[in-house]
């Protein structure tokens, strides 16, 4: 079992920066897939990316290419979403998200899920 608690979250200026983190637990980490997910108020859940449990293989979805960057760091158990040129359309509740295989797009095929962490944006 995994658990999972992001942190880093925050009120920032369109065109800012942040960088959230997922501090996962146990000995078994750096064999599960994270990925990043996010919720807007009146939203669904969308995929923003994930990175493979050695930190070998990252996938951004859509947009996010070029503006997001995943990347962990097993030997702190954490894994790093850095976020850049945020604008108000970023404003979401972020997750992250374990599951023991490949970096899916889809959030019922992770198996544990942290708490979230609310990021907001202002104009």
């Known amino acids: 079992q995994v658990q999972l608690v992001e942190s880093g979250g925050g009120l920032v200026q369109a065109g800012d920066s942040l960088r959230l983190s997922c501090a996962g637990s146990?000995?078994?980490?750096?064999?599960?897939?994270i990925g990043w997910f996010r919720q807007a108020p009146g939203k669904e859940r969308e995929f923003v990316g994930g990175i493979s449990g050695n930190g070998g293989s990252t996938y951004y979805a859509g947009s996010r290419k070029g503006r997001f960057t995943i990347s962990r760091d097993n030997a702190k158990n954490t894994v790093y979403l850095q976020m850049d040129s945020l604008n108000p359309e970023d404003t979401a509740v972020y997750y992250c998200a374990a599951r023991p295989s490949a970096i899916a797009g889809v959030g019922g095929m992770y198996n544990y899920w942290g708490q979230g962490t609310q990021v907001t944006v202002s104009s």
């Open positions: 146990g000995r078994t980490f750096s064999t599960y897939t």
